[in-house]
């Protein structure tokens, strides 16, 4: 039966961890305004949508401490809402991204563009960022179907197997969360005020 639940889900998690960064991927190409809707630019998000990341990470700290405290029902309580931060950092990225301009690092004034002044003025950080910020959305695509399969192994009561699975999930999702802070503070110079 414990594996019934895993093989039940197996195909869902599988489609929703192809399906989500595909929506993704297609939604961030479109920008509302540039197709002529009158919407405002939902510029005020990125500060929020970290500090999501940011609280996402505090609650999986938590989580862990709370396992290892033995305290089952407050780590399930954490994880949901670990899972609920990241849906909703998930839900604000897009909807920024789809109302506002594209930011690049090191456009100091701001047009959009990156001329050689601009890239001499960053100087070799913007590699940095540039790697961060690519660990930061490759990773977040896998965690996708590592977050699934942990939490359905404990929904499955295959606490074993859960916690094999978990010790890698945590690491990786506790990256994702960090670095979505970084990349919005190493960013957040350039965006237009």
């Not at 396992?67 to 994880?79: F, Q």
């Not at 074993?160 to 110079?189: N, Q, R």
Request: aromatic share 12%; charged share 15%.
């Amino acid at each position: 039966m414990e594996n019934t639940v895993e093989t039940k889900y197996k195909k869902l998690i599988i489609a929703v961890s192809i399906i989500i960064p595909l929506a993704v991927a297609l939604l961030f190409g479109v920008n509302l305004r540039k197709l002529g809707y009158d919407v405002e630019p939902l510029t005020f998000l990125p500060p929020i949508y970290a500090g999501i990341n940011a609280l996402t990470a505090v609650v999986l700290i938590a989580a862990v401490w709370a396992i290892k405290n033995k305290n089952r029902n407050l780590h399930e309580g954490l994880m949901k809402v670990a899972i609920g931060c990241s849906l909703a950092f998930l839900v604000m990225y897009v909807a920024y991204h789809m109302t506002a301009n594209t930011v690049y690092f090191g456009d100091i004034n701001h047009d959009g563009m990156l001329n050689e002044a601009e890239k001499t003025g960053v100087g070799t950080i913007r590699y940095v960022y540039y790697f961060i910020l690519f660990t930061h959305i490759s990773l977040s695509v896998i965690i996708i179907p590592l977050v699934l399969f942990t939490y359905v192994r404990a929904l499955a009561n295959q606490f074993d197997k859960h916690k094999k699975l978990a010790k890698i999930t945590f690491p990786i999702w506790l990256y994702v969360a960090v670095t979505g802070v970084v990349v919005y503070l190493m960013i957040s110079p350039y965006y237009a005020n």
